[in-house]
């Protein structure tokens, strides 16, 4: 089944690196330098909220644990684990990734530059001015994006993995702080 996550907001698929004297929190990117965000990590979302969908529909514990196991596994490879759901990446199109890479010549700094900003964060004291050396700075993928994605799963599981799906509404780091909501959709 093919996904489709379009950003509703700014997002940081962080990639757990920095930039000395950069960027304190920058975006997972591939070789081309185009952003992307991990099915694996998607995996662990999906999680989450099946087993908030599992807990609302389902009264006993041991069925939810059961029903969880059986569709996601128990960790690590989805194939070497008996998982019937299967995550791939989230990608942009392969026709907007050829465009860019037409436009920049390839060059991975602008084709990072086309989807993503900088954005600086500082905290503030109690007396509304700024802390003293909390200066950060993230990068972001731009809101108004989209990224698509496979799910492998068999057919008797497709409409619970939609309803799942419609249920995701945030991905990424600092959520709490307005970053990464999305809205996510099979489509044909």
């Not at 644990?65 to 998982?83: C, I, P």
């Not at 799910?151 to 799906?165: D, Q, T």
Request: charged residues 30%; proline residues 1%; hydrophobic residues 35%.
């Amino acid at each position: 089944m093919k996904i489709k996550m379009f950003l509703l907001s700014d997002v940081i698929f962080g990639s757990g690196a920095s930039v000395p004297g950069g960027e304190d929190i920058s975006v997972l990117r591939d070789g081309s330098g185009f952003p992307y965000f991990k099915g694996g990590t998607f995996k662990g979302i999906f999680r989450e909220e099946l087993e908030r969908y599992l807990r609302w529909t389902m009264s006993d514990e041991k069925a939810v644990a059961g029903r969880l196991e059986e569709l996601l596994g128990s960790g690590g490879n989805d194939r070497e684990s008996g998982a019937r759901l299967g995550f791939s990446d989230f990608t942009l199109s392969a026709y907007v990734r050829g465009k860019v890479l037409e436009e920049t010549g390839g060059e991975r700094e602008a084709v990072l530059d086309a989807f993503t900003s900088l954005r600086t964060f500082t905290s503030i004291d109690e007396d509304g001015t700024v802390s003293k050396g909390t200066l950060r700075s993230a990068r972001c993928v731009n809101r108004g994006l989209c990224f698509y994605s496979e799910i492998s799963c068999r057919g008797e599981e497709e409409e619970l993995v939609k309803e799942v799906l419609s249920l995701i509404k945030w991905v990424g780091s600092m959520r709490n702080r307005g970053f990464g909501k999305v809205k996510i959709e099979a489509v044909e």
